[in-house]
């Protein structure tokens, strides 16, 4: 068993995280200032919807703060907890971050965009991200591989919205951009699905529960704080879909590839995770 307080054992987070490190190279790295060709972009191209789109992405990757500190509140690299769960508390910041730099990066690009696209000016953006920046985001888990298959469903629901996204949009600074930020969010999923996999091989039965309850209460990040969110989530759904029970399957895939054979609790739980997606 896992220790208390600790998704893997400090060795199993380390190998983790160190294949996270191992898929994302230098050469794959890329940059605001160097990697964007900001002469090329035509916003004539950008149709209402896709603009509306941009900017709810922007304000969904500028919650990162808040979701940052989530993970260092539940994860704390101090004395407050014992040296074993510090040690893989330790291993798991490497990861995370990393995975935080990279995120504020989605959200400065996207808020770069919407200044060089006319979509908004800088000052009134950076007050419309604050509004929504300023409150707080809480998660409600108490099992530690729940944040997680948490991460896991957002990850790949992200990935998959920005190539949804990317394939409908013309303009080409738009498309480059989530190109970039699909292929970061694959990563960012890869290691999600690889801490949870791991998990369900120490853990078996005793993580089904916590993983259930994710799935049970699912919301988007903003979801519950932002006005508007749903009537916006719908409005641009028309430009392209942005539903994250689409990542279900992949959620389900990283079940059945955990186990030879799954115990009767595992195989209730792919069932119940494949009964909540939207048909
Ligand atoms: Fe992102
Ligand atoms: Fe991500």
């Not at 998959?160 to 480059?176: A, T």
């Amino acid at each position: 068993m896992t220790p208390p307080g600790q998704v893997l054992t400090a060795d199993d987070m380390a190998d983790v995280v160190g294949r996270f490190f191992q898929a994302s190279p230098l050469a794959r790295r890329w940059s605001l200032e160097e990697s964007i060709d900001w002469t090329s972009i035509d916003p004539a191209r950008l149709t209402v919807g896709q603009s509306s789109a941009v900017q709810f992405i922007t304000l969904i990757e500028d919650h990162l703060p808040g979701y940052f500190a989530l993970y260092n509140d539940y994860f704390p690299v101090d004395d407050t907890v014992d040296r074993e769960t510090f040690i893989h508390n330790r291993e798991l910041y490497h990861f995370s971050v990393r995975w935080a730099e990279e995120e504020d990066t989605h959200a400065r690009v996207l808020a770069r965009y919407q200044t060089a696209a006319d979509i908004s000016d800088e000052h009134t953006l950076r007050e419309a991200l604050a509004v929504e920046g300023q409150k707080k985001f809480q998660l409600p888990y108490t099992h530690p591989v729940q944040y997680f298959a948490y991460a896991l469903v957002q990850e790949k629901a992200t990935q998959i919205y920005y190539q949804q996204l990317r394939d409908v949009c013309e303009e080409p600074v738009i498309r480059d951009i989530l190109t970039k930020l699909s292929r970061d969010e694959a990563r960012h999923f890869t290691f999600m699905a690889n801490v949870v996999e791991r998990a369900i091989q120490c853990d078996g039965d005793a993580v089904v529960g916590p993983i259930r309850d994710v799935i049970a209460q699912f919301r988007m990040p903003l979801a519950d704080t932002m006005r508007g969110y749903w009537r916006w989530a719908l409005k641009i759904a028309d430009t392209a879909a942005y539903d994250h029970t689409d990542a279900y399957e992949h959620l389900i895939r990283v079940i059945d590839r955990a186990v030879d054979a799954k115990s009767s609790k595992l195989d209730e739980l792919t069932g119940f995770i494949a009964s909540c997606r939207t048909v």
